[in-house]
């Protein structure tokens, strides 16, 4: 008997209130994987094995919709990224773009991105 398949997936929730153009956001959503990959890699030796996981499986992402509330209280979990941008284009300097959550099981992240629309 095979042993269950994880559905391991990694979750961005991207601050729906500042307006962000496709592109805009397509480039935060890549800071923030950028930045959780290197996470994982460098910092987060206890996340190897669930990390490697999702590389084997695919790298399963989804993304999601929030307002600046919600990715303040996410930002301030232990593990969650937050990615802020440097205003070079199109939203003031420091603004809370996205918060990323490591690959995780996704009934483990249920309870934390269960009232979060797609984006």
């Known amino acids: 008997m095979t042993a269950p398949t994880r559905d391991i997936v990694q979750y961005f ?3 729906s209130e500042l307006g962000m153009s496709s592109g805009k956001m397509a ?8 930045t959780m ?4 890699l460098l910092n987060d030796k206890s996340s190897h094995a669930t ?3 999702w590389l084997n499986a695919g790298q ?9 509330a919600d990715l303040l ?4 979990v232990e593990g969650y990224l937050a990615i802020r941008d440097a205003g070079h ?3 003031p300097s420091g603004s809370l773009t996205v918060v990323v959550l490591p690959p995780a099981d ?10 979060f629309k797609l984006m």
Do not use: W
Not at 27 to 34: K, P
Not at 37 to 40: A, D, M, R, Y
Not at 73 to 76: A, F, G, H, P
């Open 13 to 15: 929730i991207v601050n």
């Open 27 to 34: 480039a935060q959503v890549a800071h923030a994987a950028t």
């Open 37 to 40: 990959t290197l996470h994982c």
């Open 51 to 53: 990390f490697q996981a």
């Open 60 to 68: 399963k992402k989804i993304v999601l919709r929030g307002t600046e």
């Open 73 to 76: 209280r996410l930002s301030k």
């Open 89 to 91: 284009t199109e939203i």
């Open 106 to 115: 996704k009934e483990e992240v249920r309870s934390v991105v269960g009232g």
